[in-house]
């Protein structure tokens, strides 16, 4: 079965540089989340769309900005990085519509700030 | 606010014996919980599921029963594998006012079985 799909799946950044994570959801869901997991630590939820539409946020820096796309696709962009920002981040998508509404995730973007 | 607590690791089990791993929450409304694992240098992939008191989910010979008077939802398993070596997390999901479910995490349990 289809899953989720993030790219890039490593990417290496100089501090105060820029990033963009793809996510990909599974064909048909129509929500995605996106979570930073820091080393050693628990995901933490940054923010999420529903149908194109923001539709809850987290603890997401203002340095950070995302958007879902017509194609349900969503990018999580990073500006002036941190050695901070270093972290795991998570895509996960499901489909509200769903008797079960349950996400699932990708394998993740490791961000490497340098 | 809602937040998982869960056992601290590590845990190291010799292979067959017993797991437990505690997970209790604290939640406004009534969640769902799940047990998602982590294996080295992946991605997180859900585990087993419970919407509603009393519901158990299973999968891969884990098992987990949602108690709603002891606020936990504890993960179990009667004869461990090396395979099952990973991280552990718990979360509760609480449904936002769009209708979609943000997830909470425990702090994950990181389990390593031995031969």
């Known amino acids: 079965a289809a899953g989720v799909i993030q790219s890039p799946r490593h990417l290496i950044k100089e501090k105060r540089e820029t990033a963009t994570l793809k996510c990909y959801p599974i064909p048909r869901h129509d929500t995605v989340y996106w979570y930073q997991q820091g080393p050693g630590q628990d995901p933490q939820f940054l923010i999420s769309f529903y149908e194109k539409m923001q539709s809850d946020k987290g603890s997401i820096p203002d340095r950070f900005s995302a958007q879902q796309f017509s194609d349900y696709h969503s990018e999580l962009n990073m500006s002036s990085l941190e050695l901070g920002d270093s972290a795991l981040y998570f895509c996960?998508?499901?489909?509200?519509?769903?008797?079960?509404?349950?996400?699932?995730f990708g394998p993740g973007t490791r961000l490497t700030v340098l | 606010g809602n937040s998982v607590t869960q056992m601290e690791g590590p845990v190291t089990l010799s292979e067959e014996a017993f797991l437990t791993i505690n997970c209790t929450y604290t939640?406004?409304?009534?969640?769902?919980l799940f047990w998602y694992v982590q294996y080295p240098g992946e991605g997180l992939q859900l585990l087993l599921k419970?919407?509603?008191?009393?519901d158990k989910g299973s999968n891969k010979g884990f098992e987990a029963t949602y108690r709603k008077e002891t606020t936990s939802f504890h993960l179990e398993k009667g004869s461990v594998q090396v395979s099952d070596s990973a991280v552990y997390f718990c979360?509760?999901?609480?449904?936002?006012?769009?209708?979609?479910?943000?997830?909470?995490f425990g702090t994950g349990t990181r389990l390593t079985i031995i031969p």
């Open positions: 939640a406004t409304g009534y969640p769902s």
């Open positions: 996960a998508s499901s489909f509200l519509g769903g008797s079960t509404d349950t996400q699932y």
């Open positions: 979360a509760l999901g609480l449904i936002s006012n769009f209708g979609n479910e943000k997830l909470t």
């Open positions: 419970a919407t509603k008191a009393d």
